[in-house]
């Protein structure tokens, strides 16, 4: 991991999506944070867990404000692209190069065919620079002055629920409707963590948190939903705990789909009061989309183009009668039924209704009839 000792709570929920990115994609990301306990842990100045490898590669990082972390990371984009299409420029200059040996120009042909895949781009690279360096003509030089610009960058956007649901939801919905390559990773604690556990739009109803003290009276938002909408979006939800390989899978298909990537994430918190301790968050997880609390699904708009159904629901059927259990298990909804025994129960079941609804409308979805209209394919995901 190149992602190592943060100082998040023990046990958070958030820190292993992170670190798992880092396992993944680390020697060539770049990340746009937004503020919240994963900008805290990530950047507590004068330290940071972030590190890099022993070819000295690691995730470039930035902290951005809360309210505009996507079109930060949006820039970092375009501002890749734009050094990019430079390096592309230069890098036919070469072609044409009275000085520059075939071999170089070789590789420089490959470059310009394989500069979008990461692995081959930084294969081509790892050839290309030393021998630039030592023909040292004009046109190499050109090229070494953008060199950090040869392997494929992988862009990460990471912030909490009140970022992506709430605060950050305009430029959220923004940067996923320009169809950029970004990938959006949102860590749910279902609270504002950082500040203490206020609630967010993805507080779940009956939940207590602050400015929601007597249990949230109004479900959660469905953002995955929404952003599936759009048809260009890659859009997963995940709980690791629960489905290492699915989470593997959404994170990997995520990262490669050329387009907006945005991957909700199951994350445990200290603000939930775990009875069994953060040391089980893992299992909270795990607990979660066994009783139906959260639902593991991807939707793959490259699947359409292969006439596939891009909806997949990953989750089995739920065991409805352990979803009390698992929320008598959490302080914050254990709580209600101590401060308010008499609307408990109907809390309690207002969670499990929405729950349900939920679930049964990402198996509709992921059940529905698929086939492939002539003049719809020619949309192309655009
Ligand atoms: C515009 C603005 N409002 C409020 C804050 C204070 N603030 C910093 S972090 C944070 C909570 C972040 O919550 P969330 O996005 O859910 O991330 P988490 O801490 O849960 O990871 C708040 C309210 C801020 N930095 N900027």
Not at 11 to 17: H, L, Q, V, W
Request: aromatic share 10%; hydrophobic share 40%.
């Amino acid at each position: 991991p190149l992602c190592e000792f943060s100082g998040a709570c023990s046990g958070c929920g958030e820190t292993p999506y992170v670190k798992l990115i880092t396992q993944l994609f680390g020697d060539r990301e770049i990340v746009a944070n937004a503020t919240g306990c994963s900008s805290i842990y990530s950047g507590s100045v004068p330290s940071t867990p972030y590190t890099k490898d022993e070819n000295g590669r690691g995730p470039a990082w930035a902290n951005s404000l809360f309210e505009d972390f996507c079109e930060f990371g949006l820039g970092m984009n375009i501002a890749n692209e734009k050094m990019r299409e430079r390096l592309d420029a230069a890098m036919r200059g070469v072609l044409d190069c009275p000085v520059c040996s075939e071999e170089i120009k070789a590789l420089a042909t490959n470059w310009l065919d394989e500069k979008n895949d990461a692995a081959k781009s930084r294969e081509i690279a790892d050839k290309l620079v030393p021998l630039m360096e030592a023909c040292g003509c004009d046109a190499c030089k050109k090229v070494l002055e953008l060199k950090h610009f040869l392997v494929k960058r992988s862009q990460w956007i990471i912030g909490g629920d009140g970022a992506s649901y709430d605060i950050g939801f305009g430029g959220l919905d923004h940067v996923i409707a320009s169809g950029k390559d970004v990938n959006i990773l949102v860590l749910d604690t279902e609270v504002y963590s950082n500040t203490g556990g206020q609630a967010s739009k993805a507080t779940p109803i009956g939940a207590i948190a602050k400015f929601a003290a007597a249990g949230k009276r109004i479900r959660k938002k469905d953002l995955g939903l929404i952003a599936t909408t759009y048809g260009y979006v890659y859009v997963a939800q995940i709980a690791m705990g629960a489905d290492q390989a699915q989470t593997l899978k959404a994170i990997r298909e995520a990262e490669a789909y050329d387009g907006p990537s945005l991957i909700i994430a199951y994350a445990p918190c200290i603000n939930h009061g775990i009875k069994a301790g953060m040391g089980k968050a893992q299992q909270e997880e795990a607990n979660a989309v066994a009783c139906g609390y959260w639902q593991l699904w991807r939707y793959n708009p490259a699947a359409e183009l292969e006439g596939k159904n891009p909806f997949t629901l990953d989750s089995k059927e739920p065991n409805w009668d352990a979803f009390e259990d698992f929320l008598k298990g959490e302080v914050r909804y254990a709580s209600v039924m101590k401060q308010y025994p008499a609307e408990a129960q109907e809390l309690f079941q207002a969670a499990k209704a929405n729950a349900k609804w939920r679930y049964n409308n990402y198996r509709r979805l992921a059940q529905q009839q698929w086939g492939v209209d002539p003049e719809v394919e020619t949309l192309e995901n655009k």
